[in-house]
């Protein structure tokens, strides 16, 4: 029996990796600092609990991929209150499992006669294996500490080739961050030369001091596109619930496509996100940890 070749050719997945190592080192009675997978730590919110709980019906029907109507609005909220952008909520905005699906698959619906996918180096390898997935080409744009960690867009000459460039920032695994004119600049060489900006930004609320901005904030969203989570913001990691934010082109595709694919959060957990969207005092509180966990590290390091 012949699988896929690409899944024959590729390397474990890296996490999964990690867990085989730790599972070996703590069988040897190693004691771990665990500086794998981004799982938060912090507990989940009990009021986003309870909203789940409470959301659970005695009869469970199929989600539908478009996600609850009240969903999308909560998410648009979220965004014009973060960002100041207003965005569409029944044209501009797809809930998703999560953002590694949606990620993952958005080659599947965005490669085209152009099949070259940029992706940052280092990166999260789900950009890179889902265009290889989709039967797409992929080219590595190198993040360096003298640039900031930032791409250095100069030293790229496959503009015209490429269908789909990656951007995650705050950067994984640097901890980065952009300036909104790096996002702008990008839109505009995406415009003229027809590729796709993505954007995960599934990190964008963890900051000490200043509030990332977000690619959506860019003067024309043409050709960008933005994946965002609950998984960090709201400690959610396990109820999967997460959005892309794109024109209404693109959200049209990704509605056309999703329903085969079946991928949506169960109606309570949607439910459960609304909730969390719709509440940004408990993001805040998370934040203030983080920084007392920085004040009180940093001195002894």
């Known amino acids: ?5 690409v899944l024959a050719e590729l390397a474990q ?3 999964a ?3 085989d190592w730790k599972a070996e080192a703590k069988a040897r009675g190693i004691e771990l600092i665990d500086f794998g997978m981004g799982d938060p730590r912090e507990v989940t919110p009990a009021f986003i609990r309870e909203a789940l709980a409470a959301a659970i019906e005695p009869v469970s029907s ?3 991929a478009t996600g609850l109507p009240e969903l999308r609005e909560a998410i ?5 209150r973060r960002f100041g952008v207003p965005v569409d909520p029944a044209t501009e905005v797809v809930p998703t499992l999560g953002s590694k699906e949606a990620i993952f698959s958005f080659a599947q619906v965005a490669l085209g006669d152009k099949r070259l996918v940029a992706i940052p180096e280092p990166a999260y390898p789900v950009y890179e294996r889902g265009a290889l997935f989709a039967n797409g080409n992929v080219v590595t744009v190198p993040l360096s500490e003298e640039n900031g960690w930032l791409p250095d867009l100069e030293a790229f000459d496959a503009w015209d080739e490429i269908a789909l ?4 920032y705050p950067n994984n695994p640097t901890g980065a961050v952009a300036p909104l004119s790096l996002y702008e600049e990008l839109a505009a060489r995406a415009r003229e030369h027809g ?3 993505c954007s995960d930004e599934a990190y964008s609320e963890l900051w000490f001091d200043e509030p990332p901005v977000s690619a959506l904030q860019v003067e024309d969203r043409s050709n960008v596109v933005v994946f965002n989570t609950l998984s960090k913001r709201s400690s959610m990691t396990g109820y999967r619930s997460g959005f892309v934010s794109a024109p209404r082109e693109i959200c049209d595709a990704l509605r056309a496509f999703r329903p085969t694919v ?3 959060p169960q109606e309570f957990v949607q439910r459960a996100s609304v909730t969390a969207w719709s509440d940004d005092g408990h993001v805040d509180a998370v934040r203030a940890l983080y920084r007392r966990k920085r004040d009180t590290l940093m001195p002894a390091l």
Request: a neutral charge.
């Open 195 to 197: 590729f796709v900006l």
């Open 62 to 64: 199929y989600p539908r």
């Open 76 to 80: 648009s909220g979220w965004i014009d």
């Open 17 to 19: 990796r990690l867990d």
């Open 165 to 168: 460039f990656w951007l995650c």
């Open 262 to 264: 079946g991928t949506a």
């Open 13 to 15: 997945y890296p996490f």
């Open 1 to 5: 029996m012949q699988l896929s070749p």
